[in-house]
């Protein structure tokens, strides 16, 4: 136990946070069980100990530890757990849970038979926390941490604290909005930059971020994918070409058929290779209203711009980077569907979004909202694009 409160100890010491996670405020950590998934890469172990030195400093009540750790290849988590509490600890932070075998009924035994303990644990974004693990309903409180908003990216460049806002504050006061950020900063002048490298937090380390980027997507997929869902390795390389083929066709109509011929494979073994790469948030999936999964998506694109300009960056269009710019903002909290010919995508409840760039040529109706790249500040029913990096 004591090499344990030394490494806690040494990681709270040195952990480097340079931006405080919204979500840090959205959980709530009253409840004794809870889960965070996330991507590969994004953080999910930073947050943890953040939240441990933020909460707990160094109380040794609070211990973070990692299934990486060989130790529990011999020694269950509730065998830890059991000890951890004896010792006066409390609050037990679990970083990548899935790497222990029986991990789900570890934790409901955890909360079960240690009922004044609480548990914090991270998992891949694969992971289906309630449908498939039955040991948990009821019993987990599940939350998704995402990559860096132009938000957070902002300010982190900026050394500004500018807050979030909801999209009906974007729609109705975008214009004063947009005053107050540009009497500080000009967010176009890191707007590119964000695209580019701005959704992962290793952008922060001295090291390529494009070849740390396609390393880490190499093991969502050998890892979070194949391991979670228990495929062979031997279909690794079709997976992997599925995604380099999705990434250079661009964000357009799904043909199943040719993917399976070009893949040899079945066209119901694409559909779920595509439901496999949509969980690890490498593509997003964009249907028309009403379909969901199983149903063929109308649209298939990157899930964040910084994938585009990695996997195939010399095929990297204006127009596909920008949408895939606004669906991954979107993506949090609010539905986002096909539109018709005349209109980019429908969010919600039918509100109808076209997503352009300054200059270009379009009919200006004044039922739809504009979401226009290279623009400083927008005008009624025309909004700037960098505006909706402040979702979150």
């Known amino acids: 136990m004591e090499s344990f409160y030394r490494t806690h100890a040494y990681l709270i010491e040195h952990i480097n946070a340079p931006v405080r996670r919204n979500l840090m405020d959205e ?5 004794r069980m809870i889960g965070i998934k996330g991507t590969r890469g994004i953080g999910k172990s ?16 609070c211990m973070y530890i990692n299934m990486n750790n060989f130790y529990f290849s011999g020694h269950s988590i509730f065998e830890f757990a059991k000890a951890f509490q004896e010792k006066g600890g409390k609050v037990l932070l679990i970083d990548q849970i899935f790497k222990h075998p029986s991990w789900s009924k570890e934790l409901r035994k955890c909360y079960e038979l240690l009922p004044d303990m609480k548990f914090v644990f991270t ?60 009497s500080k900063v000009h967010p176009l002048d890191y707007f590119q930059d964000y695209l580019h490298h701005g959704f992962y937090p290793f952008f922060l ?24 869902k228990q495929i062979e390795l031997k ?22 058929s040719l993917l399976a011929n070009q893949i040899e494979t079945s066209r119901a073994t694409i559909m779920n290779y595509i439901k496999y790469l949509a969980d690890a948030r490498l593509i997003n999936l964009v249907y028309k ?82 979401a226009v790249n290279h623009l400083d500040i927008g005008r009624n029913n025309q909004i700037p694009l960098w505006m909706f990096g402040f979702l979150y």
């Open 27 to 31: 959980i709530n950590w009253d409840d």
């Open 46 to 61: 930073t947050f943890l100990l953040q939240y441990a030195k933020e909460k707990f400093g160094m109380d040794h009540s």
């Open 123 to 182: 998992g891949s974004s694969v992971m289906r926390l309630k449908q498939e693990n039955s040991e948990l309903n009821g019993i987990v409180s599940s939350y998704n941490l995402r990559g860096f908003s132009f938000r957070e990216f902002l300010n982190l460049k900026t050394d500004m604290k500018f807050r979030n806002y909801s999209l009906d504050e974007i729609l109705e006061n975008h214009e004063q909005i947009a005053k107050g950020i540009l």
């Open 205 to 228: 380390e001295k090291r390529n971020f494009s070849e740390n980027l396609l390393k880490t997507m190499n093991m969502m997929i050998e890892v979070d994918i194949l391991l979670i």
């Open 235 to 256: 279909y690794l390389s079709k997976i992997k070409k599925l995604l380099y083929l999705l990434a250079v066709n661009g964000p357009k109509a799904l043909n199943v």
């Open 289 to 370: 209203r009403g379909d969901s999964f199983p149903k063929k998506p109308m649209r298939i694109m990157m899930h964040n711009t910084n994938l585009i300009y990695s996997i195939y960056p010399v095929k990297v269009t204006e127009q596909d980077v920008i949408e895939t710019f606004f669906m991954n903002n979107m993506w949090k909290d609010h539905n986002v569907y096909m539109g018709n010919k005349n209109i980019t995508y429908s969010v919600d409840n039918n509100s109808p979004f076209v997503i352009c760039s300054k200059g270009d040529k379009i009919k200006n109706d004044p039922k739809v909202t504009y």
